[in-house]
């Protein structure tokens, strides 16, 4: 089943091509939210501040996002692609050419370090967009995506609900939980990820 292209939570309509220097101007300011959000958190992500730390104005920043939640949704749009770029044509293991299980695994520890650096980010989208999380596009394709790797992996059973299950141990508030409440590494709940999914998989593969 091939994969759907590139789509990130805010992702213009096809036809809206922004000019060259625009593209470069908009990618500026999310690089300097990036820089922000990673150094305080995303509570001190403000259109005052993202104003003052990229050196423009603060109405430049009103139009190129309308409001505070029009740039968080262009941030973790510009975080969601780089993420999907990765797994869909980025170099294995977490690219195509590796077993499907390799992939599975790779897409789990790749998701885990993004949630690492950029949690509350990815956890403020969760909480906002709760009513569509499901049926939105961002999460549609990653769906589609390990439903895919399950079923090249030749699991026996419906790969959709099983996709569902394991990208619930990848939501940024589980994670963010079992990092800074119960203390766990992020490599421990990596190493987690990789023995669910080997169990999951060699459970539901059919007997030959």
């Not at 000019?19 to 922000?36: E, H, T, Y």
């Not at 939640?69 to 262009?74: D, H, K, Y």
């Not at 699991?155 to 119960?182: C, K, N, P, R, S």
Request: include cysteine.
């Amino acid at each position: 089943m091939p994969e759907r292209p590139l789509l990130g939570v805010g992702a213009p309509l096809p036809g809206n091509h922004e000019r060259a220097d625009a593209a470069r101007n908009r990618q500026l300011l999310l690089d300097a939210a990036q820089q922000l959000v990673r150094e305080q958190g995303v509570d001190s992500l403000t259109m005052d501040a993202l104003a003052k730390r990229a050196g423009v104005g603060k109405g430049t920043v009103f139009r190129r996002f309308g409001s505070r939640s029009g740039l968080l949704r262009a941030l973790l749009d510009h975080a969601e692609r780089k993420y999907q770029e990765a797994f869909m044509f980025g170099p294995p293991p977490l690219g195509p050419g590796a077993a499907p299980v390799d992939r599975l695994i790779a897409f789990g520890r790749a998701r885990l370090l993004d949630i690492e650096v950029e949690g509350e980010l990815h956890r403020a989208a969760e909480i906002g967009e709760a009513s569509d999380r499901y049926t939105g596009a961002p999460y549609e394709l990653l769906r589609s995506h390990v439903s895919m790797l399950l079923r090249q992996a030749n699991i026996d059973g419906d790969a959709t609900l099983i996709a569902d299950g394991l990208l619930g141990l990848l939501t940024a508030a589980l994670v963010m939980h079992q990092m800074h409440v119960l203390g766990y590494s992020r490599c421990q709940i990596g190493d987690n990820w990789e023995a669910f999914v080997r169990r999951v998989v060699t459970t539901l593969r059919p007997v030959e």
